[in-house]
């Protein structure tokens, strides 16, 4: 019967371009098993069949996952819970849920009461505020963003959806160019970058606390998505994770038009 709800809710066209998106954004054969499989009417039901699929495999994500509700972060609802990416305009994109589980499940060690974490590209705020949820109490997001209309939206979308996070100063997002990443609250605990860089950001390296990690894509035409760990004397050591494909970390900030 849940089958028969999505199938009205969603077109079949539609469907199938987001899986086509789905598929090129986890491009590794490996990884990309049952990804484009997970398909909810909510999301309670994505988050079931997220792990049905095995692409959820501990609780961790789950943990914040069931409290950030992706409906109330993307611009169409009825395609929400479908694992695949989504538009949020301005030529940018919110992640398929795959990526998400990923990044939190990579991210799970550093994601604890108290940390600190910055969101490179943070869009929507989805994962900004995910990300919330598990350093609270005591701990803090900062989400950056370059273009000014995703500032407000993604803001607007966490007072709507978790007005705590911004009420009790877990989370804020601002504007600013990701590559100089935010260095005001640095050093921090985790990294996540949501848009590709053509080549690593130093200075989000250094503002990695020692014994902190940096999840982020690397590369122009072809992709990888690079784990970057710093031990506890400050050497850094890179690990490749899969191919992916994602929007570009573009340099500088945007300016509202006038």
Known sequence: RRQTVVQSRVPTKVLAFFITCSYIQCQAKRETKGYWQSVGVDNEDLIKNLK?????????????????????????????????????GEGQTISAPHMHVLALEQLAEFLRPGAKILDVGSGSGYLTACFGKLVQPDGSVVGIERIPSLVNWGTSN???????????????????????????????????????????????????????????????KYQELIQVDK???????????????????????????R
């Open 231 to 257: 031990d506890a004397e400050g050497n850094v050591t890179t690990k490749k994770l899969l191919d992916v494909l994602y929007v570009p970390l573009v340099k500088g900030e945007k300016e509202e038009l």
């Open 52 to 88: 049905k699929n095995k692409i959820i495999q501990t609780d961790f994500p789950e943990r914040a996952m069931k409290h950030v509700d992706r409906g109330k972060y993307v611009k169409k609802e009825y395609t929400a819970y479908i694992d695949a990416p989504q538009s949020i």
């Open 158 to 220: 966490i007072q709507k959806a978790n007005p705590e996070l911004l009420e009790n100063g877990t989370v804020k997002i601002i504007k600013g160019d990701g590559w100089n990443g935010y260095p005001e609250g640095a050093p921090y605990d985790a990294i996540h970058v949501g848009a590709a860089g053509e080549t690593m950001p130093e200075e989000l390296v250094n503002q990695l606390k020692n014994g902190g990690r940096m999840i982020i894509p690397i590369g122009k």
